[in-house]
């Protein structure tokens, strides 16, 4: 079965610093591999996906993701965070069965941003 | 474009009372519905999926059930709510497109006293 895991439960970083949220999957076949963002009591926004092609992926808000099949990884990146990013971030790998396509989430990363 | 609706945005309801929460979707036809439930530091749970009307698979055994009695209308139920019930909620169509990715709405809020 697939699984996903997001090692840091949370990270603070300061405004106008680099970030670096990171994921690891568990998949036996190529993954589809995604990057949703979540603000407290909204829903889920879709930052970015990957199935093939170039490994290094850009998404919306200036995010970028990078695909490592030799470690597994889907780690996520932005050069220079603005406050308005604080927020969850989850990661999640896609698989198929039945006819449809079902996500599995990792537990998710919240990301405060100091001033 | 597409969108997605859920209904009602928050919800309190009192142990062992009936839940229909619903969940619409606009611009797509013949989607692939998903429910999935997230509560506090668990991450999200996929709960039911449907591949079309009247469809639907369940992913864990609990007190809740599914329903799809319309192309692009999605219910989630249940007959007796339990504590444990309480959570967030989420809806989520499948674009069908290379990537397959799924897009959420809003979410709804269910505290159960």
């Known amino acids: 079965a697939q699984s996903v895991t997001q090692p840091d439960i949370h990270i603070t970083v300061s405004e106008g610093a680099s970030l670096e949220l990171r994921c690891n999957y568990s998949?036996?076949?190529?993954?589809?591999l995604f990057w949703y963002v979540q603000s407290p009591g909204q829903g889920l926004q879709l930052l970015l996906k990957y199935f093939s092609g170039d490994t290094l992926v850009q998404g919306i808000k200036g995010f970028e993701a990078e695909f490592k099949r030799s470690q597994s990884s889907f780690n996520l990146r932005k050069p220079s965070v603005h406050w308005s990013d604080a927020a969850e971030y989850f990661c999640a790998v896609a698989s198929s069965g039945a006819g449809s396509y079902q996500l599995t989430f990792g537990k998710g990363t919240k990301l405060s941003v100091i001033p | 474009s597409q969108t997605i609706h859920q209904w009602p945005a928050t919800l309190v309801q009192p142990v062992g009372s009936p839940l229909s929460l619903e969940c619409t979707v606009e611009?797509?036809?013949?989607?692939?519905l998903y429910w999935y439930r997230q509560a506090a530091g668990r991450g999200l749970q996929l709960l039911f999926y449907s591949v079309g009307i009247g469809q639907i698979s369940s992913e864990v055994p609990q007190n809740l059930s599914a329903s799809r009695p319309q192309d692009r209308q999605f219910i989630l139920s249940s007959k007796k709510l339990l504590l444990s019930d309480s959570g967030f909620y989420l809806c989520?169509?499948?674009?069908?497109?290379?990537?397959?990715?799924?897009?959420f709405g809003p979410g709804t809020r269910l505290t159960v006293l």
């Open positions: 611009g797509t036809s013949n989607p692939n």
């Open positions: 998949y036996g076949a190529t993954p589809y």
């Open positions: 989520a169509w499948r674009r069908d497109s290379p990537y397959n990715e799924q897009f």
